[in-house]
């Protein structure tokens, strides 16, 4: 997989103080750097461009998070959430998924990157200190890929250190490349979760532009769970329907069983296609050639568009049955869907409070001191 490379940086002049702006620049040495003190003008003449997100990924976007950076995952009442939280320490994608939320949701088209971290994770301990009562699963990949721009970054190194001391809370670094040197010679002792978000070979190729292919973040996984004290996560999601497609996902499990042991297996996510309606004009523009927005669809009870409920319940449940004959105690989760939906796969009630219980307990399995 090509690693990223902006063609310029903008450097908003507060973050120049923070250590990891030399940091970065030195390892971006030869391209070209803009200094700003105010960057909503440059946003708002990108937007007038024919492909202000395309463009907006180009720029490398250097400033300082005023204090929002750690928040609980947005939650949607009709389905069930598991108590989730976001360390936003990027926001933006260099990778092109067709189907990519961020599309729709984010204002500053910038690849934008936070380099006071010091300061966040010293907001973040003390937060969690005053907490001890209670474990917390931190994810930095809503807002972004949690590796696909380490090599410039090198957050997963900072964050692996941090959370590796604390006491009551993992980081999982979800991805789609295969960007993980710098994970292979750290130890977090099973406090760092690195997850891939998988999908079958015809839609990683179709629909995942820029990312790493299905082998590339298989072998990534198998070094990480093989090499390192790490533990690894997998998101099959989103699940992309098609006639004939669970051929294509019951090869992927069988490979995936091939190169990672189930051992080291925190966790595994069962997620159908969704997105927000505001989504689809975008994709049709922007990726002429996919067959997602025309899909069949129907609006879910958060607004989004949705598989039919029947067809979801069956691809989960071939999908379940396929990974417990491979993992039979692998932690198995849905993501964002009704209880009903729950109950249906799995055969047995869930409620909000049961699902937090099962993944604090995943999350801490790796450590007895958790
Ligand atoms: S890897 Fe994730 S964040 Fe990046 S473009 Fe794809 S869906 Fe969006």
């Known amino acids: ?77 009709p389905y069930l959430s598991c108590d989730y939280f976001t360390l936003h320490v990027a926001e933006g994608c260099d990778l092109e998924c067709s189907y990519c939320i961020l599309q729709a949701y984010l204002t500053n088209p910038f690849l934008t990157v936070y380099v006071n971290v010091p300061e966040m994770l010293g907001n973040l301990e003390r937060f969690l200190a005053d907490h001890r009562e209670r474990f917390f699963r931190i994810g930095t990949g809503q807002l972004s890929d949690s590796l696909s721009l380490d090599h410039i970054t090198g957050f997963s190194e900072i964050l692996t250190r941090f959370f590796s001391k604390q006491p009551n809370a993992v980081v999982e670094l979800k991805t789609k490349s295969d960007n993980i040197s710098r994970l292979l010679s750290l130890s977090s002792g099973g406090r760092t979760i690195v997850s891939w978000s998988l999908n079958r070979e015809s839609v990683q190729k179709k629909e995942e532009h820029k990312t790493a292919s299905l082998e590339e973040r298989l072998a990534a996984a198998g070094k990480i769970a093989r090499q390192t004290d790490h533990r690894v996560g997998f998101h099959f999601d989103p699940l992309v329907d098609s006639p004939g497609c669970e051929s294509e996902y019951l090869a992927m499990i069988e490979k995936l069983f091939c190169e990672v042991p189930s051992e080291k297996i925190a966790w595994i996510s069962l997620g159908c296609l969704r997105f927000m309606p505001e989504l689809k004009p975008i994709m049709e523009e922007r990726f002429p050639k996919s067959p997602l927005p025309a899909g069949e669809w129907i609006k879910g009870m958060d607004g989004k568009m949705r598989y039919f409920k029947p067809r979801r319940i069956e691809l989960y449940a071939q999908l379940r049955d396929a990974i417990r004959s491979r993992a039979p105690g692998v932690t198995l989760y849905l993501s964002m869907e009704s209880p009903e939906v729950w109950r249906e796969v799995f055969g047995v009630e869930h409620s909000k409070e049961s699902v937090c219980r099962m993944l604090d307990s995943a999350a801490r399995a790796a450590k007895k001191d958790f």
């Open 1 to 77: 997989m090509k690693r990223y490379q902006p063609e310029r940086v903008l450097l908003d002049s507060r973050a120049r103080e923070w250590p990891l702006t030399g940091v970065i620049l030195e390892r971006l040495s030869g391209v070209p750097v803009e200094e700003v003190r105010e960057v909503r003008p440059l946003i708002e003449s990108l937007k007038n461009t024919r492909d202000p997100i395309g463009a907006g990924k180009r720029t490398l976007f250097l400033t300082v998070d005023e204090g929002r950076s750690f928040k609980p995952f947005p939650e949607s009442e």
